[in-house]
């Protein structure tokens, strides 16, 4: 297991005075990071190799957003590493010494280990497992992984093109940024997120957004022949 603390910033709140979804994403991922980055698998030794941890799938159970100003402690724990692929489970929980934690959103999460240039699973090295521990999740936090698909007849919104901003260290889209992109299509007052990345967007792609009011609303990323680069279902 693995923890950090953090105060939620102005920068990381919307007009309600809470975090957003793509900020609550962003310290998920940081922790993550953090976690690789202090057990010696660094960015830069990844770098060198090609090599990265993509995001595959997120599943978010959210009791409420922190409010501007409060400390928080994310914890993540790795529970299973195994071939090409590590799952990973967060809490996030408010944090006052010597008082019990608030739990604020379980998380649930798989990666993919692998080579950026030639776009292929790679296996993990045999010392990964030692490396990161292996730990049991949180209560709760752990569902069957939920295939997210289009449906016939979504709606379609109008397109954007991917600029230079949008992209991280293995130059195609961050997984938080397609939330980001998707927001103007959420509904009000989420309490459960759900996002499936089927391919990676690069600069100059044309992402079209789709959507689908459902159990819930469904969202789609897709390119201009209708193929998804992510799918959401926010509840």
Known sequence: MYTIRK???????GSDGRMTLPAVLDALQDCATFHSQDVGITLDWLMERNLAWLMAAWHLRIRRFPSFGEELEIETRSYRIAHSVGKRAFEIRTFKEGQPGESLMLADSQWVFSDVVKGEKVNLPEDFVRRYGIDEPFDGSVSPRKRLRPVPGMKVHEGSTIGEGL?????????VQYVRMALPYFPDNIQEFRIEYLKSAHLGDLIIPKTADMDGRLISLDDPE??????????
């Open 226 to 235: 209708g193929s998804p680069y992510v799918i959401m279902e926010v509840r």
């Open 7 to 13: 105060r939620v910033a102005y920068s990381e709140i």
């Open 167 to 175: 992209l991280d260290t293995n130059n195609h889209v961050n997984n």
